[in-house]
């Protein structure tokens, strides 16, 4: 089995744009997760992620989005690498981003599967969280966790969850 990516995409330093790594790091403290399962915090996708995207068969990627919906909902897309699916529906990750994604397919062979776990942002100005999508952290979580076990991963609850670095 070729390992999986889980990407949590976004700046902490800039409100609910760090949703994606604040998911990806209570995902660490939280679960043991198996051998095949590389996780990276990234403040967006660009060239120097692709020798990353060729050595692995799936993607998750976790971020904030801004699709129009409510504050703090839960938006999830699939995609199989068809360039012209990506641009319309993915319009929170980074310009430059979703044209290193459209234009994966010239590059990594086969493409890997790309899951989308993202979380409508209320602001992207500074600060924390705010409260709805703060509340979206752990059901965020939970979806990682079955797609995660959906690819054939081991995803173990901890006991006693650990302090990420500690």
């Not at 990806?24 to 060239?47: H, I, K, N, P, S």
């Not at 995609?79 to 994604?101: K, N």
């Not at 209320?122 to 979580?141: H, K, W």
Request: aromatic share 4%; hydrophobic share 45%.
């Amino acid at each position: 089995m070729k390992a999986t990516l889980v990407l949590g995409l976004g700046d902490v330093r800039r409100g609910d744009d760090g949703f994606g790594p604040q998911v990806l790091r209570e995902l660490q403290r939280r679960y043991d997760l198996d051998a095949q399962v590389l996780t990276v915090e990234a403040a967006g996708v660009g060239m120097r992620t692709l020798p990353l995207l060729s050595s692995v068969g799936q993607v998750l990627l976790v971020t904030a989005v801004r699709v129009g919906g409510t504050p703090g909902a839960l938006h999830r897309l699939e995609w199989h690498g068809r360039p012209e699916d990506l641009g319309p529906r993915l319009p929170a990750i980074r310009r430059s981003g979703i044209e290193v994604l459209r234009s994966l397919h010239f590059w990594v062979d086969p493409v890997p599967e790309l899951v989308v776990l993202g979380v409508e942002a209320e602001t992207i100005t500074g600060g924390p969280l705010t409260p709805l999508v703060a509340l979206a952290v752990y059901p965020t979580m939970d979806a990682c966790v079955a797609e995660l076990r959906r690819w054939g991963h081991e995803v173990t609850p901890r006991a006693t969850p650990e302090r990420v670095g500690a």
